[in-house]
């Protein structure tokens, strides 16, 4: 199994508040991203990375942030958590040596996040 | 933009049986394709991929799928179920862009997979 650790796996929070979502690598994989899992939605991204300091949006932004200062970490951040939040969080990343899509993404376990 | 449609969002079978979860893609030139599976409570695995070499898949668990680029389909397809095969199924696409996609993907809604004795 490729080396992704996904942290917090549970967290419980209440609306409003900041939460960071933490996902580290040990493969030196040089895209990571993130995704949220909803039923009758399948997985939809959030945010991805290309490099250290360089990531864009996916389809679903709004009320996400990210980071990524050291190639092995890479943070997700909820400014202001709202209900529509709760979820499930996957980390995958990828080692394509090119910038295209025919490497598989490896994912982590996920994170499950209720928003009250 | 692309996007990926898996028909039926639960598919029930007994052992022994064939196994046949549909997907089907739409995106203005061929993609690559994967189908990945998911157990409760963790991540996902993937299953096999298609990259522009055979139309036709093996992948890991007896596991295949046919690329045809006429149907715009990539239906996965395993000849005798068993019972370990029950978990929820993904197939996505990644745009063949010619690098610049990043290797973002668009995933279908999920086929959970029921497996009866």
């Known amino acids: 199994d490729a080396g992704i650790t996904q942290s917090p796996r549970h967290k419980v929070t209440e609306t409003g508040t900041p939460v960071t979502l933490r996902c580290h690598q040990t493969?030196?994989?040089?895209?990571m991203y993130w995704y949220r899992q909803d039923p009758g939605h399948g997985l939809r991204l959030i945010h991805y990375?290309?490099?250290?300091?360089?990531?864009d949006k996916g389809e679903v932004s709004d009320g996400y942030s990210v980071s990524r200062s050291k190639t092995e970490d890479f943070l997700l951040t909820l400014e202001s958590a709202t209900s529509s939040q709760t979820s499930v969080y996957f980390c995958a990343i990828s080692e394509s040596a090119r910038a295209d899509g025919n490497q598989p993404q490896h994912f982590g376990d996920g994170t499950r996040l209720s928003i009250l | 933009a692309q996007s990926v449609t898996q028909l039926g969002s639960h598919v029930s079978v007994s052992e022994g049986a064939l196994v046949l979860l549909r997907c089907n893609y739409s995106?203005?030139?061929?993609?690559?394709l994967f189908w990945y599976v998911q157990y409760p409570n963790k991540g996902l695995q993937l299953l096999l991929k298609?990259?522009?070499?055979?139309?036709l898949v093996k992948g890991i668990n007896g596991f295949e799928a046919e690329f045809k680029k006429s149907e715009t389909s990539f239906h996965l397809t395993k000849p005798s179920a068993h019972m370990s095969d029950a978990a929820e199924y993904f197939c996505?696409?990644?745009?063949?862009?010619?690098?610049?996609?990043?290797?973002?993907?668009?995933f279908g809604q999920g086929t959970i997979l029921t497996v009866h004795p």
């Open positions: 990375s290309y490099g250290v300091k360089d990531t």
């Open positions: 995106s203005s030139v061929p993609p690559y």
């Open positions: 493969e030196n994989h040089r895209y």
């Open positions: 996505a696409v990644s745009e063949n862009a010619g690098g610049t996609s990043y290797g973002k993907l668009t």
């Open positions: 298609y990259t522009s070499a055979a139309t």
